[in-house]
Nanobody
Framework: QVQLVESGGGLVEAGGSLRLSCAAPIRIFSIAGMGWYRQAPGKERELVATIAVGGTPDYVDSVKGRFTISRDNAKNMVYLQMNNLKPEDTADYYC??????????WGKGTPVTVSS
């Protein structure tokens, strides 16, 4: 059973910042595209950002310019730096590791609450 472990969620005021972290096993991390998704109460899970094995990032339009995804290949970690947070960013955030045709793993999620 592959375990992805997220951390860094919490309560922050609008305009504030949080940094999410996700640890993955090296045998997975080295060949996986990594991503962050979020799910707000009553809504479907949505993609926030992804980063390829080679480091190319991609973002959903609503977070461009505010969020930055990065990966540290030496530590098998992926991060999501979230700046200028808005109440609509409130959700449970999930780490994902995916290699098409091979695996698709999820963490248990970390909550982010942004107060207005």
């Amino acid at each position: 059973q592959v375990q992805l472990v997220e951390s860094g969620g919490g309560l922050v005021e609008a305009g504030g910042s949080l940094r999410l972290s996700c640890a993955a096993p090296i045998r997975i991390f080295s060949i996986a595209g990594m991503g962050w998704y979020r799910q707000a109460p009553g809504k479907e899970r949505e993609l926030v950002a992804t980063i390829a094995v080679g480091g190319t990032p991609d973002y959903v339009d609503s977070v461009k310019g505010r969020f930055t995804i990065s990966r540290d290949n030496a530590k098998n970690m992926v991060y999501l730096q979230m700046n200028n947070l808005k109440p609509e960013d409130t959700a449970d955030y999930y780490c994902n590791a995916r290699r098409r045709g091979l695996f698709d793993y999820w963490g248990k999620g970390t909550p982010v609450t942004v107060s207005s």
